[in-house]
Nanobody, 114 residues
Framework: QVQLIESGGGLVQAGGSLNLSCAAS????????FAWYRQAPGKGRKIVAA????????YYQDSVKGRFTISKDNTKNSVYLHMNNLKPEDTAVYYC???????WGQGTQVTVSS
């Protein structure tokens, strides 16, 4: 059984930074691709960034390119999302997801005030 637990959300002013973490437990981690999604109030869940199993390949939604960095540490069974220059439109619940498997974290709230 795989569990994904996010942490690091909070309230920050526009222009600030936050670091999200996703700790994974279960039989597999190092050979899996991961992604961060977000869901704003009244909107659907959308992908923000993704990282390959070895951390070598990444993908970013256009709106976060140059501001967010996704990384994966196979020695710590963790995936990270470092968010810089946050904007009010980044406000959402952020979810960690194991790609191609139905594993999601419980979500962590990120609120950016103007």
């Amino acid at each position: 059984q795989v569990q994904l637990i996010e942490s690091g959300g909070g309230l920050v002013q526009a222009g600030g930074s936050l670091n999200l973490s996703c700790a994974a437990s279960g039989p597999t981690f190092s050979d899996r691709n991961f992604a961060w999604y977000r869901q704003a109030p009244g909107k659907g869940r959308k992908i923000v960034a993704a990282v390959s199993w070895d951390g070598e390949a990444t993908y970013y939604q256009d709106s976060v390119k140059g501001r967010f960095t996704i990384s994966k540490d196979n020695t710590k069974n963790s995936v990270y999302l470092h968010m810089n220059n946050l904007k009010p439109e980044d406000t959402a619940v952020y979810y960690c997801h194991m790609i191609n498997y139905d594993y999601w974290g419980q979500g962590t709230q990120v609120t950016v005030s103007s």
